[in-house]
């Protein structure tokens, strides 16, 4: 079995040093907020579809560390009334 974290709950690090976090864990996969109700902290995601760039950069940083992402969360309020 393979463990996974859900990146959020590293929100204060910058996207490079949670890579750097989590495999200190010995976890090589994770669970990005790509958005919902989350401020998104790691995964930018217009700007990553908007630059070639940065979308390279941003796998690139996965791939160093031979990392990858599970699932991509965009979760909402099931409470909320609308």
Known sequence: MKLALCTDVLADLPFAAMLDKVKSYGIEGVEMTAGGWSPCPHVKTE??????????KFKQELAEREM???????????????
């Open 68 to 82: 990858r992402i599970v699932a991509l969360n965009c979760s909402g309020n099931p409470l909320a009334p609308e």
């Open 47 to 56: 700007e990553l579809l908007a630059s070639p760039e940065k979308l390279e």
